[in-house]
């Protein structure tokens, strides 16, 4: 078979290498003998691969041991032919096996038949899952995302997709008789094809929390202390960024967005303790309106909104509200409340530095600052222990100056 193939492979090759490829007419020639020894080199490599199956097959064949009668598999005990199916089951107690299942194990169930994915996708299922492992961490702008995303998986879904032009060479693959010759010239264009099409848009909770877990979904958040590595210019601030979850370090990517004419920056590893959804919905670039300026009393903890410049956008920032100059801080002849000044204090920073201290007006408040000490924004009291003590956790070891 060697020397017939090198005989009709020999005038493809002469035409190869004499045929001009400048030349319109000579280009189905050179494409008629490209087929050609392409053709020539897959009978090589079929017969070739059939042979040395063959040879494989005929070894393991006298390796193997003779083989034992098969022994008919035991009966069902008695009790066992009354065991219910897990279908079989009410439909409540189903539903309760059902919910204390992980989601690993949940994903799994759903793979067994089609009336168990039903049940094993609902909604309610794994909203749970969702509310017991992202509910810190998600709020309103990270569902409302995830809807704009997949709004766009399935406008891009919709979009015709342009026709691949097939030339001679691939007619022929298709029509060929022997199928794998098809399958292998072909091989990288579907490939290309299957990499370039669109996820196909699931609007469901199981989906969503799939693309949280896997690190397919950036999600809207903030961070507390950014850039922790060494950055003590952040401590006690609370930043916006975008965050994506890493399941192997089960820690987090944040993107935190462009500063000025800085770029973005990205911090990874970043734990848990330090991510939390935003509790308002207020951009980073627009300032918060007050609405909590009439109740604070000395003592309240809040969180105010601070930039170094009109360019920046606006970080949350820890403190305390104390009394004014004039007050002894007497709890029963304190009358702070009643001034329109509030004094606010940031008890981190050593007594006498420019960032200890700063004062706004309760009645008409805005933003104030300059280019030396940057702008203070909109506050927000904390309510509640919880939101204080996870402040207090990342309160620094040294004060700072």
Not at 53 to 64: F, I, P, S, T
Not at 259 to 286: F, I, M, Y
Not at 327 to 337: D, G, I, S
């Amino acid at each position: 078979m060697l020397p017939l193939l090198l005989i009709s492979t020999l005038p493809a090759f002469t035409l190869l290498l004499v045929a001009p490829a400048s030349c319109k007419p000579w280009k189905l020639v050179r494409e008629l003998g490209l087929v050609a020894l392409l053709l020539a080199r897959e009978l090589l490599r079929h017969s070739a691969s059939a042979a040395a199956g063959a040879g494989r097959k005929e070894q393991q064949a006298a390796r193997m041991p003779p083989s034992k009668p098969k022994t008919p598999p035991p009966a069902l005990a008695e009790g066992d032919a009354d065991a219910l199916p897990v279908l079989d089951l009410p439909e409540l107690a189903l539903e309760r096996v059902l919910e204390e299942l992980s989601p690993a194990s949940l994903a799994a169930m759903a793979c067994v038949c089609a009336g168990l994915r039903d049940r094993c996708s609902m909604d309610g299922l794994w909203a749970r899952h969702v509310r017991r492992k992202w509910g810190r961490v998600l709020g309103a702008a990270a569902r409302r995302e995830w809807q704009a995303e997949l709004a766009a998986r399935a406008a891009a879904a919709a979009l015709p997709r342009p026709a691949r032009q097939r030339g001679l060479a691939d007619s022929l693959a298709c029509a060929w008789p022997f199928s794998w010759i098809g399958r292998r010239w072909l091989k990288e264009d579907a490939a290309a094809a299957a990499r370039s099409a669109p996820a196909p848009p699931a609007d469901t909770v199981a989906a969503w929390y799939r693309a949280l877990e896997c690190g397919d979904f950036w999600f809207p958040a903030q961070v507390y202390n950014r850039e922790q590595d060494g950055h003590v210019g952040f401590l006690l601030s609370c930043y916006d960024a975008h965050l994506r979850y890493d399941r192997r370090t089960d820690t987090f990517t944040a993107r935190y967005p462009p500063h000025g004419r800085k770029p973005a920056k990205e911090e990874e590893g970043v734990p848990w303790c330090r991510v939390r959804a935003a509790p308002l919905s207020t951009p980073a670039q627009d300032l918060h309106a007050s609405a909590c300026l009439e109740d604070l009393r000395p003592g309240d903890h809040f969180e105010i909104q601070w930039r170094k410049n009109k360019d920046f956008p606006y970080g949350w920032w820890y403190g305390v509200v104390d009394h004014l100059e004039p007050c002894n801080a007497n709890e029963h002849l304190c009358r702070c409340h009643e001034d329109d000044t509030i004094m606010l204090e940031f008890k981190h920073y050593a007594a006498g530095s420019r960032w200890r201290q700063t004062t706004v007006s309760r009645k008409d408040h805005r933003e104030k600052g300059d280019e030396t000490d940057g702008f203070y924004g909109g506050i927000r009291k904390l309510q509640t222990k919880d939101e204080i003590s996870t402040w207090r956790r990342f309160w620094p070891v040294d004060v700072l100056s």
